[in-house]
Nanobody, 121 residues
Framework: QVQLVESGGGLVQAGGSLRLSCAAS????????LGWYRQAPGKQRELVAT???????TYTDSVKGRFTISRDNAKNTVYLQMNSLKPEDTAVYYC???????????????WGQGTLVTVSS
């Protein structure tokens, strides 16, 4: 069984920083891509940042220059460093992974359980 476990959410004042972590575990052979999404109350889930196997990254415009996505391949872990946080960043943040898994081999999209980030003004 493959799962993603997130950590690092919490309450922070505007202008502060948080780092989210997401560790993948299970019968993983490869990781094609990793991403962070978020869903604010009453809004649709939106893509925040992605990082692919070659290391290329993308960001939604509202977080460019403030958030940084990175990965540790040895630990099957993806991070989201969030700086200069704003109240509008308040949301549940979800990790997403496109994984190659065994038993038999196939690609599988997996979601984390979500971690709440609250930014106070």
């Amino acid at each position: 069984q493959v799962q993603l476990v997130e950590s690092g959410g919490g309450l922070v004042q505007a202008g502060g920083s948080l780092r989210l972590s997401c560790a993948a575990s299970g019968s993983i052979v490869s990781i094609r891509g990793l991403g962070w999404y978020r869903q604010a109350p009453g809004k649709q889930r939106e893509l925040v940042a992605t990082i692919i196997s070659g290391g290329a990254t993308t960001y939604t415009d509202s977080v460019k220059g403030r958030f940084t996505i990175s990965r540790d391949n040895a630990k099957n872990t993806v991070y989201l460093q969030m700086n200069s946080l704003k109240p509008e960043d308040t949301a549940v943040y979800y990790c997403n992974a496109d994984l190659g898994v065994t038993g038999p081999f196939r690609y599988l999209e997996v979601w984390g359980q979500g971690t709440l980030v609250t930014v106070s003004s």
